[in-house]
Structures are given as structure tokens and as C-alpha cells.
């Protein structure tokens, strides 16, 4: 059975048509119209004719910039407002994590898959119908009767979210050729993520005190409606040309895997010795290696696994992982440590971590100046460095610790999650085949929330290990910093190992 399809790259060799991250400051590909594999999609065209479809490089990037905000606005808005949520819709004190936790499902669940599909049938129709299918969520969110209905509107939340992460950083990087401009392009992306995080927290806490929760998701529903009327209207179609067979293996036993295991994670933070925890991560462990399983051994992977031959790759998946595992973990319960050690509210917490989210989208617009003085791997490192530092900085909060003791940390920090979204971007579109670049961002996003999960749960298990808020707020600060520390050093042995295969002589032909 053949593992190298039309388009795929040789195995035992970097995929093709990756751009190695490291081999100059850049860390671009020389600069080239758009990809062959990568082609507008016309209707059926005369044998041997391409009509050439124009793309509009601007109204792409901000489509694209706008949706991705909005995913994110939409995950963290009920950040501020979970008790008063969980209690009007009676969902107790475990329903707090779910509001929460079955948004990540959903994301977890289907961002490769549908970077896979971005590729191999339209980036424009999955970024579009995902655009849709948020609105819809979000409404259903907002008229929900009760509990039940509100975590399905969640989920399905995050499947939409999906739909748009993934090939958001296709359609942009379709309308941008390998150079400086791409380099622009995806720091701008980034800086859409931070956004988003910044407003989402704020957003839902002012709405929810003047116009209460449903009027938060209503918001949202209207946004992502205007979203996609303007994405229907300015984007141009484009997939790869060598589309791939459905692999149905792989999206299944992904799905079903990353499901148990958040699910897992997520009730483990009552007790990680129950019986019910223990099934649902031994279930999502399993059904995980069975992917991998799967993904070797069918002609048409979804997930290429010879792509983590390339360092590049290895890099993007690691740094996003311990991203999501170090920052957005620790960060995302930020708001609920700072409630119960410094007594402030959800609106004044929001305030204050917007401090953080808001520098991350100043670095990542400037991040573009760093191409030339390092690679995207070194980005990454030194965002993850600066992070670790940051937060570090954090440490000691007591119940008399005005906020202002926060800001250097969170200053640091905010830089340092700038550069990390702006050179992650970077990297899931560089270190794939061009015709892959939905994928590589599926990829890349995937690694990022389920790292979150992973995150959230050690920050809320260290967080309770003591009675005292502010020992525990300690212990969960030293560990997301020091993963932050591990993360970096584990992204720089990436670079010394695309270094040592470049010096590796060339035997002579004889």
C-alpha cells in the first residue's frame, strides 16, 4: 500500500515544499507566485486553461483576523461571569468547568480535521460555513431553556471555532506569498488571537451586568452573521490540487480521543482516583495511539506522521502545545486567582488581565521586525522564555497586594505571548507542503487546546493542593513558569537539530 500520495512528500525526507525554519534569519521560502498545489478553485475549467482568480490580500486578512477574533471573544467571554451563568441556569459548581471545558471538546475534536478538509475541498466554504455555524451556536446559546442545551450550544461552539481556525491561516497565507508580507500577514493573525482574549473577558462581564448572559451570546450571534456575509463576499476559493482521499479512521478515533481525554481532564478536578476519571483518560489515551495507529498505516493520512521528521514541524506542535499547556492554561484561570486571593470581581479581574492579552497583540504586530534578526524556532523560544519570566513575576500575591504589583509580570508576559502567536502562526504554515497549510494550522491549533485542557486542569489541581488561596496561587504560578522554562529549552534542542543535519557533510558521488 503506497504511503506517498500525488502531492505528498517522500518518506524518510522533509515534506516538500516546507520552508526550513531555520535556515535563515527569516526562516521564509524564497519568495514565489502562489503554489501550484495550492490553487484557486474555478469552476470546471477547459482542458489545459486556469482562469485566474483575483484575490483581495486585504479584505482576506481582515476577514480572516475578525472570525478568528470573534472565535476567541466567544470562548473566554463567560471567563468573567461563570458563577452567575452556572447559577441562572442551575448547573452547580461542576457546570462552571463545563461551560468551558465543552468548548474545548469541540475545538479539540475537529480543528485537524477540518484543516484536512479546508484543503482538500475549499478553505473558503469550511472558514464560511464555520463562520455560520458560530452564529448558530452562539443563538442557540442565547435562547437555551436550560442547562443541557446551553453546554450543547458550547460544543457546538467549538466545532464551528474549529471550522475557522483551521483555515483561517490557509486563506491567508494563499493570498500572501512566501516573503516579508506573509510574515506581516500571519503577525497580524496573531494579533487577532490576542485581541480576542483581551475583549472576551471584558465583553462578557459589562454585558452580562446590564443586559445579563443571553444578551453576551446574542451579541455574538449577530457578529459572526455580519462575519460571514463578508466572508461570502470577499474571499476567493482555494484548495490544494492534488486533494486527498477521506480518512475516516483517523477522524474518528481523533474525535472520540481528544473527547475522553478533555472530558477526563475535566472531571479529574474533583478527584483524580475516581473510577468514572480514570476510564475517560484511559479511553482517550487509547484511542489516540490508535490514530496514530491508523494515520500509519492508510495511503491518504490526514496527518502526515513523517512531518514530524522536520523540526520545523516538531517545533510549531511542541511550542503550541506547551502554550496552550503553560500560558493559556494558567492565564485562563488568572481571573478566578485573583478573585479569591486579591478579592476583585470578574469585571475588575478582566481588567486586569487585559493588560496582559492587550501587549500580546502590540508584540505580535511587531513581530514581523524580529524576522530578520531570528528564526521563527527562536521566536518561539524566546516567547516562551519571556512568558515564563513574566509570570514568575506574579508570585507572592497576597490578600493586600494592590493590583499594580501585577503589571511588570503581566507586561512581560503579554510580550512574550505576542511573539509566541505571531511565530507559531509563523511555523504551522512554513513547516508544512503548501497545499497542507489548513492542515498545519488544524494541526498547530489542536496541540494549543489540548495543551489548554491539560493546562487548566494542573493550574486548578496545584491552585487546590492548600486550604490557603494564596499558597495555592503560588505553587500553580512556580509550575506554569517553570513549563514555560521546559517548553523553551525543548523548542531550542529543535534548532541544534536542524543545525547538526545542515553542518552533516555530503558524501562524495563516486
Known amino acids: 500500500m503506497s504511503r506517498a500520495p500525488s502531492g505528498s512528500a517522500p518518506s524518510g525526507s522533509a515534506p516538500s515544499g516546507c520552508a526550513a525554519p531555520d535556515s535563515g534569519p527569516s526562516g521564509s521560502a524564497p519568495s514565489?507566485?502562489?503554489?501550484?498545489?495550492?490553487?484557486?478553485?474555478?469552476?470546471?475549467?477547459?482542458?489545459?486553461?486556469?482562469?485566474?482568480?483575483?484575490?483581495?490580500?486585504?479584505?482576506?486578512?481582515?476577514?480572516?483576523?475578525?472570525?478568528?477574533?470573534?472565535?476567541?471573544?466567544?470562548?473566554?467571554?463567560?471567563?468573567?461571569?461563570?458563577?452567575?451563568?452556572?447559577?441562572?441556569?442551575?448547573?452547580?459548581?461542576?457546570?462552571?468547568?463545563w461551560i468551558l471545558t465543552s468548548t474545548l471538546?469541540?475545538?479539540?475534536?475537529?480543528?485537524?480535521?477540518?484543516?484536512?478538509?479546508?484543503?482538500?475541498?475549499?478553505?473558503?466554504?469550511?472558514?464560511?460555513?464555520?463562520?455560520?455555524?458560530?452564529?448558530?451556536?452562539?443563538?442557540?446559546?442565547?435562547?437555551?431553556?436550560?442547562?443541557?442545551?446551553?453546554?450543547?450550544?458550547?460544543?457546538?461552539?467549538?466545532?464551528?471555532?474549529?471550522?475557522?481556525?483551521?483555515?483561517?491561516?490557509?486563506?491567508?497565507?494563499?493570498?500572501h506569498p512566501p516573503g516579508p508580507g506573509r510574515i506581516r500577514a500571519?503577525?497580524?493573525?496573531?494579533?487577532?488571537?490576542?485581541?480576542?482574549?483581551?475583549?472576551?473577558?471584558?465583553?462578557?462581564?459589562?454585558?452580562?451586568?446590564t443586559a445579563g448572559w443571553r444578551a453576551v451570546n446574542g451579541g455574538i450571534?449577530?457578529?459572526?452573521?455580519?462575519?460571514?456575509?463578508?466572508?461570502t463576499a470577499v474571499l476567493t476559493e482555494s484548495r490544494a490540487g492534488h486533494p486527498r482521499a477521506l480518512d475516516p479512521y483517523?477522524?474518528?478515533?481523533?474525535?472520540?480521543?481528544?473527547?475522553?481525554?478533555?472530558?477526563?481532564l475535566a472531571q479529574g478536578r474533583t478527584g483524580w482516583g475516581r473510577t468514572p476519571v480514570l476510564v475517560l483518560l484511559a479511553l482517550g489515551a487509547l484511542l489516540l495511539a490508535l490514530f496514530l495507529v491508523a494515520e500509519s498505516l492508510v495511503a491518504e493520512p490526514m496527518l502526515d506522521l513523517a512531518l514530524f521528521r522536520n523540526p520545523g514541524f516538531v517545533a510549531a506542535t511542541g511550542g503550541a502545545l506547551f502554550t496552550?499547556?503553560?500560558?493559556v492554561g494558567f492565564m485562563s484561570y488568572l481571573p478566578s486567582l485573583l478573585g479569591s486571593v486579591?478579592?476583585?470581581?470578574?469585571?475588575?479581574?478582566?481588567?486586569?488581565?487585559?493588560?496582559?492579552?492587550?501587549?500580546?497583540?502590540?508584540?505580535?504586530?511587531?513581530?514581523?521586525?524580529?524576522?530578520?534578526?531570528?528564526?521563527?524556532?527562536?521566536?518561539?523560544?524566546?516567547?516562551?522564555l519571556l512568558s515564563g519570566l513574566g509570570q514568575a513575576g506574579l508570585y507572592g500575591l497576597t490578600p493586600g497586594t494592590p493590583w499594580e504589583r501585577l503589571a511588570p509580570g503581566l507586561v512581560v508576559a503579554g510580550i512574550g505571548s505576542g511573539i509566541l502567536n505571531a511565530a507559531l502562526a509563523r511555523l504551522a504554515v512554513s513547516s508544512v507542503p503548501p497545499h497542507r497549510a489548513a492542515m498545519g494550522s488544524g494541526a498547530n491549533n489542536?496541540?494549543?487546546?489540548?495543551?489548554?485542557?491539560?493546562?487548566?486542569?494542573?493550574?486548578?489541581?496545584?491552585?487546590?493542593?492548600?486550604?490557603?488561596?494564596?499558597?495555592?496561587?503560588?505553587?500553580?504560578?512556580?509550575?506554569?513558569?517553570?513549563?514555560?522554562?521546559?517548553?523553551?529549552?525543548?523548542?531550542?534542542?529543535?534548532?541544534?537539530?536542524?543545525?547538526?543535519?545542515?553542518?552533516?557533510?555530503?558524501?562524495?558521488?563516486a
Do not use: N
Open 446 to 509: 489542536t496541540a494549543r487546546y489540548l495543551g489548554s485542557a491539560l493546562g487548566v486542569a494542573i493550574t486548578v489541581a496545584v491552585a487546590s493542593s492548600t486550604s490557603s488561596p494564596p499558597a495555592g496561587a503560588d505553587r500553580a504560578t512556580l509550575v506554569a513558569s517553570f513549563l514555560c522554562l521546559l517548553g523553551a529549552a525543548l523548542t531550542l534542542t529543535t534548532r541544534t537539530r536542524t543545525r547538526t543535519r545542515t553542518r552533516r557533510p555530503v558524501a562524495p558521488v
Open 221 to 231: 450571534a449577530v457578529a459572526a452573521a455580519a462575519v460571514a456575509v463578508a466572508a
Open 32 to 97: 514565489t507566485a502562489v503554489p501550484a498545489d495550492s490553487v484557486p478553485a474555478t469552476p470546471r475549467r477547459a482542458a489545459g486553461a486556469r482562469a485566474a482568480v483575483p484575490v483581495r490580500t486585504r479584505a482576506t486578512l481582515l476577514t480572516a483576523c475578525l472570525a478568528t477574533a470573534l472565535v476567541t471573544i466567544a470562548y473566554t467571554a463567560p471567563t468573567s461571569s461563570l458563577a452567575a451563568t452556572a447559577d441562572v441556569l442551575h448547573l452547580g459548581a461542576g457546570g462552571r468547568t
Open 342 to 384: 486579591l478579592g476583585l470581581s470578574g469585571l475588575a479581574a478582566a481588567e486586569v488581565l487585559a493588560l496582559w492579552s492587550g501587549l500580546s497583540v502590540v508584540a505580535a504586530l511587531q513581530a514581523r521586525r524580529l524576522a530578520d534578526r531570528m528564526s521563527a524556532t527562536t521566536q518561539v523560544a524566546t516567547g516562551l
Open 250 to 264: 483517523g477522524v474518528l478515533t481523533l474525535a472520540a480521543g481528544t473527547s475522553f481525554l478533555i472530558a477526563g
Open 324 to 327: 496552550g499547556l503553560a500560558v
Open 105 to 175: 471538546i469541540g475545538l479539540a475534536a475537529l480543528l485537524l480535521t477540518a484543516g484536512s478538509a479546508a484543503d482538500d475541498h475549499g478553505r473558503k466554504r469550511v472558514f464560511t460555513s464555520g463562520v455560520l455555524l458560530l452564529s448558530v451556536a452562539a443563538a442557540l446559546g442565547a435562547l437555551a431553556p436550560g442547562g443541557g442545551v446551553y453546554l450543547a450550544s458550547r460544543v457546538l461552539l467549538g466545532a464551528a471555532s474549529a471550522a475557522i481556525l483551521a483555515p483561517a491561516l490557509g486563506l491567508v497565507s494563499h493570498a
Open 186 to 209: 500571519l503577525g497580524t493573525w496573531g494579533a487577532a488571537v490576542g485581541l480576542g482574549i483581551a475583549l472576551g473577558p471584558v465583553y462578557g462581564a459589562l454585558v452580562q451586568q
